[in-house]
């Protein structure tokens, strides 16, 4: 080897030297940042981030060139934002603000549909980033749907609730009147005296069931819960059923003991059931048959009563288990419903950590279905059954 080799194999060496000690203090000084990174947490700019993209509010940042700088996902979810395009409306209140530099308030609500549970209401807000900067705007949207629900819930509640007692309040006035005017024919007094009591008995059933919903809505779920035997349930809102199916020619039938029980207030499961019936009762034309079903699904309870009467049109489907909703308003009357007896069913069901569901078809008929969190006994090696429904030994019926 002569000396001139011997010397550039000694600079290439330092050279690879040089080169791997320079890879291995980068790599070196990478971990040491990530492990002050970890211990410092997470950097002011991305606390931020993290705080507007992660806000229940939708926010978005504008220019005064109608540039969206910055947005996060509430605000494209709520329609402030579309793909990085501002909703006019809302560009028209930051123009107000570029112009006056005072906030402004605006609504991009959608266009109400006929029934207020679909109604989406979109408020917002605009001001100036920062006094200084009359050039960028940040705006604020809300969903203010929910309040929106609940205002015109309740305005419908006082006028449906008005107009329900106005009207058997009116018919006793005026039966009293036929009543005096006619005390002298025995046959005249006693036709409208069973008139005033039809009345009477249906005013007493709707305040009652109008304090009823009233505790129901105002409790929380039902603290001291007992051990419900179903079947019990089942075998009370049927006997309380049977004079109204017997008038009806109703058949009510049910499926075998099920030996399942819940936790929940038995007197209320009773009547959140009984009414059921009395709806299924209602809408269903002579001699057909309601029955009842009792279930075991995923460590749920299901009761369902079906029924084989009108059914009930799909736009309908949501609005069933409203006060005084009637999807016959003439039959209903003439039944004696009050159009509370779902919507009770429904906050029963709920204070037992619950639910109710319905299937329906028009000309075919409906289900509805009580859904409650089963009670399981701690040793329940005796049940061999892999739903743990006990032997069945005989059906439940009610014929008339």
């Known amino acids: 080897m002569t000396i001139v080799q011997a010397v550039l194999l000694a600079v290439l060496a330092a050279a690879l030297g040089a080169i791997a000690g320079s890879a291995i203090n980068s790599r070196l000084q990478a971990r040491a940042q990530a492990r002050a990174a970890d211990r410092e947490g997470l950097t002011v700019s991305q606390v931020l981030d993290l705080v507007v993209s992660s806000s229940p509010i939708g926010i978005a940042v504008v220019d005064e060139h109608q540039h969206v700088l910055l947005s996060n996902f509430r605000v494209e979810e709520l329609g402030v934002v579309r793909n990085h395009l501002l909703d006019d409306r809302a560009w028209a209140a930051s123009q107000k603000v570029f112009d006056s530099g005072e906030s402004v308030d605006f609504d991009v609500s959608t266009k109400m549909q006929p029934f207020p549970r679909s109604a989406v209401s979109v408020r917002g807000h605009v001001h100036l980033l920062h006094s200084a900067d009359p050039r960028i705007a940040v705006i604020y949207a809300e969903d203010d749907s929910e309040q929106v629900r609940m205002e015109a819930t309740r305005r419908d509640f006082v006028a449906n609730v008005s107009h329900e007692l106005k009207t058997p309040v009116g018919a006793v006035s005026l039966l009293t009147e036929a009543l005096l005017e006619s005390a002298d024919d025995p046959d005249s ?103 009842i079903s009792r279930n075991v699904r995923d460590g749920y309870v299901e009761i369902s009563v079906t029924d084989r009467g009108i059914g009930i049109e799909p736009e ?76 069945m030994e005989h059906r439940e019926e009610i014929r008339r």
């Open 189 to 291: 007094v006693r036709h409208f005296g069973e008139k005033m009591l039809h009345e009477s008995t249906r005013l007493g059933n709707m305040v009652n069931e109008l304090i009823a919903l009233s505790r129901l809505q105002g409790a929380e779920k039902l603290p001291d819960l007992d051990v419900v035997d179903v079947d019990s349930v089942v075998t009370e809102a049927m006997e309380r059923s049977a004079v109204a199916a017997d008038a009806a020619e109703i058949t009510i039938t049910a499926d075998f003991p099920s030996g399942l029980e819940v936790l929940g207030d038995r007197t209320l499961l009773v009547t959140a059931l009984t009414n059921l019936l009395s709806n299924a009762i209602s809408y269903s034309p002579p001699k057909t048959p309601v029955t």
């Open 316 to 391: 309908y489907h949501e609005r069933v288990f409203e006060r005084f909703f009637r999807v016959d308003k003439a039959r209903s009357r003439a039944t004696g419903g009050t159009g509370l007896g779902l919507a009770i069913v429904k906050h029963v069901a709920a204070n037992h950590n619950g639910s109710i569901r319905m299937w329906s078809r028009p000309g075919t008929g409906s289900t509805f279905t009580i859904v409650l969190p089963a009670h399981v006994e701690a040793d329940d090696s005796a049940d061999d059954s892999p739903s743990g429904i006990k032997p």
